[in-house]
């Protein structure tokens, strides 16, 4: 940790204001059937049938309980409460945590890199 003049020491972890950054991105497996849906399709239209078909989001709350919120309608979207099997950690934990406004730009630069790899994915 490194001192900042006089004031408390910044973590990893902190921001100069002393918040934490306890913004995520999150990457959620999609079953197949979300390509059922012409709006997922018509998102993805390079989509590689090897590779699935993912939600990308982001928040504040722990990316499993996020997850369980979705699942359970609770501000969810639509995808991930009805083809939402599981979280792929794999895919996002080198990120987390960070400030609300670099999760708001990883979300869509996750997205993008995603899709670019042949990802069907969506964007929350």
């Not at 639509?78 to 960070?98: C, F, I, S």
């Amino acid at each position: 940790m490194k001192k900042n003049r006089g004031q408390a020491p910044i973590s990893r972890s902190r921001g100069r204001r002393g918040t934490r950054h306890h913004y995520s991105v999150y990457v959620v497996e999609l079953s197949p059937e979300v390509l059922q849906r012409a709006r997922f399709r018509k998102a993805n239209p390079d989509y590689d049938v090897m590779k699935p078909c993912v939600y990308v989001g982001m928040t504040g709350l722990d990316p499993d309980l996020r997850f369980d919120k979705h699942k359970a309608g609770i501000q969810a979207s639509r995808y991930v409460m009805l083809y939402g099997l599981r979280l792929m950690p794999e895919l996002y934990t080198a990120y987390n945590p960070m400030p609300h406004d670099g999760a708001r730009d990883m979300e869509v630069e996750l997205a993008i890199a995603l899709r670019e790899k042949g990802y069907g994915v969506w964007q929350g």
